[in-house]
């Protein structure tokens, strides 16, 4: 009898990912004489779950419903730039070459002075990008035309979140207009996050926010912001006041270098958590997944596909938590930035 008789939805679902993994697989087998992030087509069992877990990182290919594709190549290096359509063409120019998935210089394997290549990070970043800004004036557009008429479907959806965000997020941990300034910010933070995180819930795509340097590049934003309205809000000379955290003089050589370093664990921590919560969960889907082929057996596809249905629902709920969990933070981070320097600064 056919397996696929009775298959759910989700099980499809699981089953996606397990082909494309696959296929990613054969993707970077294909580009281990190109030093991608692939060794053979056949790869031992012993190293299948190491292989599977390094199509997590950023390179530049991806698979997307079975379908391979390379990424441009660009670099500054020696004062010059330097395109190539894909690894291929680099390798054909014979400048750079391929070295641990990152292009370096073959004559000593030293990597550009500045490598501005697309990555699979990138392009999911620039397409979640796109599709917010296309839904925004799709959005936008309906309100213009018809500003009294009541919103409805992705209208209504979205109208239903921003007016959680600003009341509930924003202008519950931010008084004045300083809340009323920084919502679009916000409103965008948490919707940039938001599709990131989704993206790779899609069998082959890749989570951006998977990747350490942009989350960390959220985290500084955000660190930005908090201070940037704090300075605007209570001035220059409270902010440098908060800093002593309101203790006496004598303890300022103990407070001061405390406040300091707290300025710059808010953010650390951001990044740590959004990267941390999104990376997790994909490596737990992944290795159910990869037990499939570890085992090489049928037997273990009903268990595996099982726990990777469940993992998969996780992901779709953190996806939505951790973009929430990251703009309130920040939000609750500039309220108490503004309200301890207002407090200072009163006194």
Do not use: C
């Not at 989700?10 to 996606?16: D, G, L, V």
């Amino acid at each position: 009898m056919n397996a696929d008789t009775h298959s759910t939805p989700a099980e499809h679902t699981a089953n996606a990912h397990a082909d494309s993994t696959h296929a990613a697989a054969s993707h970077g087998a294909a580009h281990a004489e190109h030093g991608g992030h692939g060794s053979s087509h056949d790869v031992p069992p012993q190293e299948v779950f190491t292989h599977l877990l390094g199509e997590l990182g950023d390179h530049h290919g991806f698979v997307l419903f079975g379908h391979v594709a390379d990424l441009p190549i660009m670099m500054v290096d020696g004062g010059n730039f330097h395109a190539y359509a894909n690894p291929h063409r680099m390798e054909e120019a014979g400048i750079f070459t391929m070295h641990k998935g990152h292009p370096v210089r073959k004559a000593d394997l030293k990597p550009p002075q500045l490598d501005l290549s697309i990555t699979n990070y990138v392009l999911f970043q620039w397409i979640a990008f796109v599709i917010l800004a296309a839904i925004g004036m799709f959005v936008a557009g309906k309100y213009k035309k018809n500003p009294k008429k009541a919103p409805s479907g992705v209208q209504n959806m979205l109208e239903t979140v921003v007016l959680y965000l600003r009341d509930e997020v924003v202008y519950a941990n931010i008084h004045g207009d300083a809340g009323k300034r920084l919502l679009p910010y916000f409103i965008t933070l948490f919707f940039s996050i938001l599709l990131m995180n989704l993206f790779g819930l899609i069998p082959g795509a890749h989570t951006a926010t998977g990747a350490i340097g942009v989350t960390a590049g959220l985290a500084i934003i955000s660190f930005l912001v908090i201070n940037y309205t704090a300075i605007r809000e209570s001035g220059i000379g409270a902010w440098f006041a908060h800093l002593t955290g309101g203790a006496p003089w004598p303890m300022w050589p103990i407070m001061i270098p405390i406040e300091f370093m707290s300025l710059f664990i808010k953010p650390f921590v951001l990044t740590m958590r959004l990267f941390a919560n999104m990376t997790a969960g994909h490596i737990v889907l992944l290795a159910f997944v990869g037990l499939i082929f570890f085992f090489k057996s049928i037997a273990v596809a009903p268990a595996s596909v099982a726990f990777s249905v469940f993992i998969y629902f996780l992901e779709l709920l953190a996806a939505f938590l951790q973009a929430y969990i990251f703009t309130m933070l920040t939000a609750v981070f500039t309220g108490m930035a503004i309200g301890d320097h207002a407090h200072d600064d009163h006194h």
